[in-house]
């Protein structure tokens, strides 16, 4: 019997899966039409990326970390310097030229990528071995401020040869097609996921809730704090070089500190402690900002212009609802739960019977 | 370098840190009570600068000073009642996120109300006649700010000390639930803290942005972190701390902009907390906390 269950939802797992590369394959086959629609959903699987491993940190093994746009920054830079074509370096540095050593510095954008988290993860470790032995919002603070002194290093004129200042770098070739941009992103995800479900997320689990009874488990807190911080970096990195890809032309204000709070509004949003919740979060609050548009546009009705819809509305009534989420349902979209196929039937069994409870409750009242 | 633009450095620099360290008692008091980086308060200081353009357009400064101070104090003490006291129950993550998207939603609206573009500082005659003194010449606020922080730091520490209010502040803040056993109205010492703290932010943003001329959304940011990091280096919850941590700050960025390292400068504010929190995690006048099981 629950052999079956469990193939059944395979299954279902399949068809789903089969019906979003269907519709990647519509939106590919007409990438000049659907053009508006492709960046949203590329940039929502990117965020996702980086909302899932802040959601490992702060979710899995609550260190409540702020340093992700500091290691985004490292990454899309690392990823810059490696792609941008040899050729048009000289165009990309006209202020003060490019240093001898990576002039001719170029690889195939999939190992830019790793050796972008790989770097990341390496600043990382060692931002960890004195980060970590702070707790709560002193950790946030000072991984706050490390992503600043980053942002700080990259956009200091002394290495103009290397990161270009304060001018940024641009013409990064682009991904080559949707499915690559889709498919790395899904493979980030994965990876995480199967590092939470193993024995390592356990261990991250366990000194979330109770430091101190981990500690007296035998696990060795520094050890693991400072694993999961350099593995939440590493797709942190990557996820930044996705990001520079993506935006084809980067500059050091990108990765400012606004930034790291939009990915802790994805987290917050989607549940602490879910990645499904992260990455509903991810596209709802990407998707979001460009639905909630035509708050930005001059309203008219009936030929009385409404005086609120101006330019910038969209993003106060943005952060109104997030506020409304932190404040009266902070367990997020799915709180620490994941997304199920049985979890999905029982909500939709359930509807009709909290719909009737209202109903009956609504007659009670009356009478 | 002379010596007389060195002292018309350290003027500068301590001018700076005065602000600053107005800014960073708000952080400080908040801390010690509610166990809260209150992200909120240097948008609040913010909020304050654009409050002053408007009254400056229709009132006189000796009008303008103490309506901007009134109304800073009424937004600081609402954004607690609405964004902070729901979640008094919940954890501190719960709040401190709270605490960011309150500073989110205020630069988002003020984007909206009055455009991301910088708007100019209204002038205060009274503060920027220019002095001469010795070598050095100065406009009168920056001579001033000094000065004023430390007579508000005296007047702060009197009410702490030795007012019955000011008891029941360190009461809440060594221990919340004895302290509302004892008949102590925990919500109005939080409101009260609240009031100061903002009263002080809107002190510290007239004196501030006089001397910076222009405002605009994100211009609190930054200067609230480093005033944060101002608290944490003076030891959180100690006012004497926040305010040595605030000059500290100031002197330390004008050097190095007078050095010519001016991009360093707001990186310079982070090394000295990561320094800080290695050496002395509890800062220069923190009391020492223990971890109970």
């Not at chain 1, 807190?221 to 942190?236: C, D, M, Q």
């Amino acid at each position: 019997m629950k052999k079956k269950a469990i193939s059944k939802n395979k299954l279902y797992s399949l068809i789903a899966l089969l019906f979003v590369i269907g519709i990647l394959g519509m939106l590919q086959a007409n990438s000049a039409q659907y053009s508006y629609q492709i960046s949203i959903l590329e940039r929502s699987a990117i965020y996702a990326v980086v909302a899932v491993s802040m959601n490992l940190l702060t979710g899995f093994t609550g260190l409540f970390s702020l340093g992700q746009a500091g290691f985004m920054a490292i990454g899309a830079y690392t990823v810059a310097i490696l792609t941008i074509p040899a050729d048009t370096r000289a165009s990309v540095y006209y202020v003060d030229g490019i240093a001898p050593a990576i002039a001719n510095l170029q690889c195939p954008f999939w190992l830019a990528l790793i050796l972008a988290g790989l770097f990341s993860a390496a600043i990382a470790a060692i931002i960890g071995i004195p980060v970590l032995r702070l707790k709560s919002d002193y950790l946030a603070i000072a991984t706050l401020g490390f992503s600043e002194i980053i942002r700080a290093v990259i956009s200091a004129p002394q290495l103009n040869k290397i990161t270009n200042g304060s001018y940024g770098l641009k013409n990064i070739p682009a991904f080559p097609n949707l499915f690559v941009a889709f498919g790395l992103c899904g493979l980030c995800i994965l990876l995480m996921v199967l590092l939470i479900n193993s024995s390592y997320g356990r261990a991250f689990k366990a000194l979330r809730e109770d430091e101190v009874a981990a500690q007296a488990m035998g696990l060795n807190l520094f050890r693991y704090k400072e694993l999961a911080f350099v593995i939440s970096s590493f797709f942190t990195g990557v996820g930044g070089g996705l990001l520079a890809i993506y935006m084809r032309s980067i500059d050091s204000k990108t990765f400012s500190i606004n930034l790291t709070y939009d990915i802790l509004l994805i987290v917050v949003l989607g549940g602490i402690g879910s990645v499904t919740g992260s990455v509903i979060g991810a596209f709802l609050v990407t998707a979001g900002r460009e639905w909630l548009r035509f708050f930005d546009n001059p309203l008219t009705i009936g030929g009385i212009d409404i005086p609120l819809f101006r330019s910038g509305f969209r993003m106060v009534i943005f952060s109104i609802l997030l506020m409304a989420v932190v404040l009266f349902y902070r367990r997020g979209i799915m709180g620490s739960n994941e997304f199920s196929w049985e979890g999905l039937g029982r909500l939709i069994r359930s509807i009709p019977n909290k719909l009737k409870r209202k109903s009956k409750t609504q007659k009670g009242d009356n009478a | 370098m002379s010596l007389s633009t060195f002292f018309q450095q350290c003027l500068t620099g301590i001018s700076l840190g005065g602000a600053y360290a107005l800014i960073a008692i708000g952080y400080t008091l908040v801390y010690g009570i509610l166990r809260l980086i209150n992200f909120a308060h240097g948008d609040i200081f913010m909020m304050a600068g654009y409050f002053m353009i408007f009254a400056m357009a229709s009132f006189p400064w000796f009008i303008s000073i103490p309506l901007v101070l009134f109304i800073t104090v009424v937004l600081g003490v609402s954004i607690e009642r609405i964004a902070y006291r729901p979640l008094r129950s919940a954890p501190r993550m719960s709040v401190m996120i709270s605490a960011i998207g309150v500073s989110y939603l205020l630069q988002n609206l003020a984007t909206y109300l009055f455009t991301a573009l910088p708007k100019g500082y209204p002038e205060l005659p009274v503060l920027k006649k220019i002095y001469q003194i010795g070598g050095l010449s100065a406009s009168f606020v920056t001579f001033l700010t000094p000065v004023l922080t430390l007579i508000i730091v005296y007047a702060l520490m009197v009410l702490i000390n030795k007012t019955k209010i000011g008891m029941a502040m360190r009461a809440v803040s060594k221990d919340y639930d004895t302290a509302s056993l004892m008949g102590i109205k925990i919500n109005r010492i939080i409101t009260f803290t609240f009031a100061i703290g903002s009263l002080l932010a809107a002190v510290g943003s007239v004196l501030y942005f006089t001397d910076r001329m222009t405002v605009f959304p994100f211009s609190g940011s930054l200067p609230g972190l480093k005033c944060f990091v101002a608290a944490v280096f003076g030891g959180i919850g100690s006012i004497p701390g926040a305010v040595i941590g605030g000059f500290i700050l100031g002197l330390g960025e004008t050097a190095l902009v007078a050095t010519g390292y001016s991009t360093f400068s707001d990186a310079f504010t982070f090394v000295l907390l990561i320094a800080i929190l290695l050496i002395k995690p509890t800062g220069l006048f923190g009391e020492k906390t223990t971890d109970k099981v």
